[in-house]
């Protein structure tokens, strides 16, 4: 906790995946990706082996604090790069994440190795509360509230369902 105006201030950081894990499955609406590493010609460089790649600033309705996540892996890194820098976010849109350890195809993989565990997704600006919020906007229901939400591009790894 950090202290501001004579204020407590909570923020919470995510590094490992028992700290990610609080959000697992849950949709994070990116505010800021910050890369600590960067891309030539799809080649990833990091600074050293013990940075991690990028942290990201989300915001998540399961926790009300702001949140730190930092990027360790180079899948999940260079999907956000490429949404962020190469694609670029236009005004009328948002990133949108989840991160999860329970979609791989292979249920085992969740115990072991080091796997990209971010589907990184580009919505129409809005996606995230209609996501997250069945009251927000009740007059777009079925298939036009299916549009508003669904990604006009996305970034999954290959081993997740």
Known sequence: ??????????????????????????????LEFTPMASVKSGKVTAINSATPYASITIECKKIPEKITGFITHRVDFLHLWVAFKERTIKENEEVIIFWSKKHYKVRLLKFFGHWPKLWVMVCQKGA??????????????GEARYNAEKPIMEWKPEIMK
């Open 128 to 141: 995230y509360e209609i996501m997250t919020n069945p009251n927000y906007k009740p007059e777009i229901q």
């Open 1 to 30: 906790m950090m202290m501001i105006n004579n204020k407590l201030k909570s923020e919470i950081s995510l590094i490992k995946d028992s700290e990610w894990s609080v959000i697992d499955g849950e949709p994070c609406k990116v």
